[in-house]
């Protein structure tokens, strides 16, 4: 049996315990409330940029922060607070506006008020056609992934560059209608031009699954690749791990 103070002794270092976890937890929901969050890529719909088992951080700081910065959206933000405004071809992280309780990542490639078309392949940005060149060092970015695709620079406005991926220009969201960009939201697109469930995409029943983007959904914007690793390793196998990271991503800036 323990005596008073051997009980005291352990009473009082269950409470140190019972504080430091506690502690740790209130840090880390607030480095991943209002500095980053950690996100993992489940899709190619952003090949060559970034592949399934790239382990991205998000800077939730970037637009200012809406109640989807926040766990579970708990907290009431109308709208955004401490705004700021996405530069034309951020990679962001946004909730997805038919289902807010999805993360989705793709490039903002329309602003509010822009014209937005795709004609055969290239993007058309308030009806001037965006310049593509041919990126061979775009496939070498893929590291093998989506061996039967292109690979092209885009040139924003402004000069900004960026690697997408065409199997042709011949597929479905080659050609779209133009859209007009509303204010105060945003249009996203895929890297992988022929692999993307994006702005352009209209479902069989007629749906936009993803449509515009209201500022307001907007998580944050990815900065860096931390961790990547191949996309069919499992956790619990173990013996994998250390042939399984792709080092030359790793703590990688996003393009």
Known sequence: MLNDRSRAEHEGGFLETVKTVVWAVVIAVLIRSFLFEPF????????????????????????????????????????????SEPSRGDVAVFRLPTNPSENYI????????????????????????????????????????????????????????????????????????????PAEHYFAMGDNRDNS????????????????IPAANLVGRAEIVWLSVDEDLRWYQVWRWPFALRFGRMFSSIE
């Open 106 to 181: 793709k490039r903002l490639v329309g602003l509010p008020g822009d014209r937005i078309q795709m004609k055969v392949g290239i993007l058309h940005i308030n009806g001037e056609a965006i310049r593509r060149d041919p990126g061979e060092t775009c496939r070498a970015k893929a590291g093998g992934a989506e061996a039967d695709k292109t690979g092209y620079v885009e040139v924003m406005p402004g000069g900004r560059k960026h690697c997408i991926f065409e199997r042709s220009d011949r597929d479905e969201l080659d050609n779209t209608p133009e859209f007009l960009v």
């Open 40 to 83: 993992t890529i489940p899709s190619g719909s952003m090949v060559p940029t970034l592949l399934v088992g790239d382990f991205v951080f998000v800077s939730k700081y970037s637009y200012g922060y809406s109640r989807y910065s926040f766990p579970f959206g708990v907290v009431p933000i109308g709208d955004r607070v401490w705004k």
């Open 197 to 212: 469930i994006d702005s352009r995409y209209r479902a069989s029943d007629g749906s936009r699954p993803v449509g515009f």
